[in-house]
């Protein structure tokens, strides 16, 4: 068996014998078996051939198989499902996993199939030629059977050429609706969000004409054709409840990667406002009729709904204090925090690997699931936070913000700042990408719910 990587910089020519192209991962939904094509296009190991100057090997290609993962399915019950012979299946799959981890390949992922006549020449009877996946949105994986009877699996890596681009507007439906009708992803609107996580409701505060940038990192291949996106440079919001902009940057004394205001600010807090996205704040931290109950009662948190295996992240940095069930909280976990506060986070569906008393957790680690464990009505994270032993309200704290640059270090950013800021003047208006989108549904609005996640698809995450 042999594996090697090369360079994917040989033109459209080699990558069409490849049954390359940019592969959308959209989980495809239709019931029907995989799409059967017939042979029009050559063996892709002759491509293979003619770079490693290998003897020629025997060609007699019947026809190429297209298929997407199902839920559920591992690579090998979709090569069984496809027509593959159980044995060259195992085969195929065990050069594949030298240059695939196994476990990342989701639901959606499309592979294509090469068949050919078995050694008998009967048409009925048909062996496994190869196979090729996309694990990443850069990254090709070619397997193929060798004239010898082995297996070779080859990596194409894509040659990518970096550039920016920049979305912006006025708020009219919501911001993830105006993003990606200017070439942006899913993940740039939830990289958005979690910078102003610490500034803005988004529950309640965006309105209608608010204005929102963001300049984000691009990659494109070597005909031009976008990849894929990258990192977040650039993110401002001023509307009527915030004006503030953030520039990422990364000083150079702890290599800790940051947002920084104008100023060099830190644009994380102490506690994060709201530990968890997707949700929609349905009850308010006060005196209250209890849901179950039936009498009026402190409610000692704030509730945010939302589907059943929603991530739930920390709130801050600290030490957990307890961790499983505990009376009516359902699945239950309590972190001890600097300066007199705790954080509290009920009704979990279940909890992250590794949860337990006296784990250290960072702020933004994923903890647990939503879930409707104890008294509960459905589905909820019931959130709370002590100072010294007494409930607070978590929408209203004025909590202690993270570092401030001086120095050397203030310097480099405000040459940073200048880079991006000329970035983001190269771009003036906002122009439509060819991009499309291949996350999680979410949107950002300024309506009352504001991010909204399909429950199927968080679920298959979750576990």
Known sequence: MKNSSFEWGLGASFVALCGAGLVSLTVDARASDAATFN????????????????????????????????????????????????FDANDAVHAVSDLVDLR?????????????????????????????????????????????????????????????????????????????????????????????????????????????????????????????????????????????????FTPSDDGVTDFFDDEGQSARKFLMKTPINGARLSSHFGNRRHPVLGYNKLHKGTDFAAPRGTPIYAAGN????????????????????????????????GFAKGMRKG?????????????????????????????????????????????KLEGDQLEAFLAERQRIDQMRAEQAGPKALPVPSMDLPIAISASQDVLAIDPDEISSFAN
């Open 318 to 349: 600290g030490v957990i204090e307890r961790a499983g069930p505990f009376s009516t909280y359902g699945n239950y976990i309590r972190i001890r925090h600097a300066n007199g506060y705790q954080t509290a986070y009920a009704h979990m569906n």
């Open 39 to 86: 042979a029009g296009a050559e063996d892709p190991r002759l491509a293979l051939t003619s770079l490693y100057k290998a003897a020629t090997p025997d060609i007699g290609l019947r026809e190429i198989r297209e298929a997407s993962v199902r839920r559920n399915e591992t690579l090998s019950g979709l090569l069984d499902r496809v027509g593959a012979p159980r």
């Open 104 to 248: 990342r390949i989701l639901p959606g992922q499309d592979v294509r199939i090469w068949l050919e006549p078995g050694d008998e020449g009967d048409e009925a009877d048909v062996r496994l030629a190869g196979m090729s996946l996309r694990p990443d949105s850069d990254r090709q994986v070619l397997v193929f059977r060798t004239s010898g009877g082995d297996w070779s699996a080859q990596e194409l890596t894509a040659k990518l050429s970096a550039s920016h681009h920049k979305v912006s507007g006025a708020i009219e439906d919501s911001i993830y609706s105006a993003a990606l009708a200017q070439g942006a992803r899913d993940q740039q609107v939830v990289d958005f969000a979690s910078i102003f996580a610490y500034d803005i409701d988004f529950q309640r505060d965006p309105r209608v004409g608010d204005e929102f940038e963001i300049l984000y990192e691009t990659f494109a291949d070597e005909r031009g054709n976008p990849v894929r996106n990258g990192d977040v440079l650039f993110a401002s919001y001023h509307g009527s409840a915030l004006k503030k902009n953030f520039y990422r």
């Open 359 to 403: 784990r250290r957790v960072r702020q933004g680690e994923i903890i647990g699931y939503v879930g409707t464990t104890g008294r509960s009505t459905g589905p909820h994270l019931h959130y709370e936070v002590h100072l010294n032993g007494n409930p607070v309200n978590a929408m209203r704290l004025k909590l202690p913000t993270g570092r």
